[in-house]
């Protein structure tokens, strides 16, 4: 199992510019979350999906922020146009969601986004 | 407004001892409470979990301990290790829900 992807790894842009993230979950798995982790926020839930459909964007900070899951292998994050605050470590996570249990969470590696 | 609250935000403890970080919910509805454990450069990855019908679970050296009355649990490290140097998260859900609420983190450093 190649567990979460994510890609790129690390990104770098100039303020005003559009950037996507990518994220690939485990297969078979149903709910999709997207994650932003700073220094002083902690780990923030900024959208998350269950079978592709998007259930609570509460945590998308602005309209520059959407994100999409067009099939269950797939999932961006954009942002559109980025600022310097945007700079973060942005996390995708999946799980096997069955609404009858919990379900252990499995995060990627993260996305570094540096906007200067 | 913060679902859980964590403390302390950094810890340094000595090899051997023992690491002690707590957390604290609102919700009542909340019925299960994991840990997470972060790497540098790493996601989190899940480490224990508990459900309030205990008030203790243990693992290795990892131990839970729940306080339903005061909503409060923690997560002790006992022999800590500088292997354990990471941060911890905690979060908490319905056992039946979808939705982790997780608490602001704590980076300790166990230092040799």
């Known amino acids: 199992d190649a567990g979460v992807i994510q890609s790129p790894r690390h990104e770098v842009t100039e303020m005003g510019q559009e950037v996507t993230l990518r994220c690939k979950p485990i297969s078979g798995h149903n709910s999709l979350f997207w994650y932003r982790q700073t220094m002083m926020r902690g780990l923030e839930l900024l959208i998350y999906?269950?079978?592709?459909?998007?259930?609570?964007d509460s945590g998308m900070p602005e309209d520059r922020f959407s994100a999409k899951m067009p099939n269950a292998s797939f999932s961006t994050l954009k942002i559109q146009p980025s600022e310097p605050r945007d700079s973060a470590v942005y996390f995708c996570a999946s799980s096997p969601y069955r609404g009858s249990s919990i379900n252990e969470q499995y995060f990627g590696p993260g996305t570094r986004l540096t906007v200067t | 407004q913060q679902q859980v609250k964590q403390s302390p935000q950094s810890l340094i403890v000595q090899k051997g001892g023992i690491s002690i970080i707590n957390c604290a919910y609102e919700n009542t509805a909340f019925d299960y409470f994991p840990w997470y454990q972060q790497f540098p450069g790493k996601g989190p990855a899940l480490l224990i979990a508990?459900?309030?019908?205990?008030s203790e679970k243990k693992e290795g050296r990892f131990t839970i301990s729940f306080n339903k009355s005061a909503k409060q649990f923690s997560l002790h490290i006992m022999d800590s290790q500088p292997g354990d140097s990471a941060t911890y998260f905690c979060?908490?859900?319905?056992?039946?829900?979808?939705?982790?609420?997780f608490g602001t983190g704590t980076s300790l450093t166990v230092i040799p």
């Open positions: 508990i459900r309030p019908d205990v």
């Open positions: 999906f269950n079978n592709n459909v998007p259930i609570d």
């Open positions: 979060a908490a859900s319905k056992y039946t829900g979808n939705q982790f609420y």
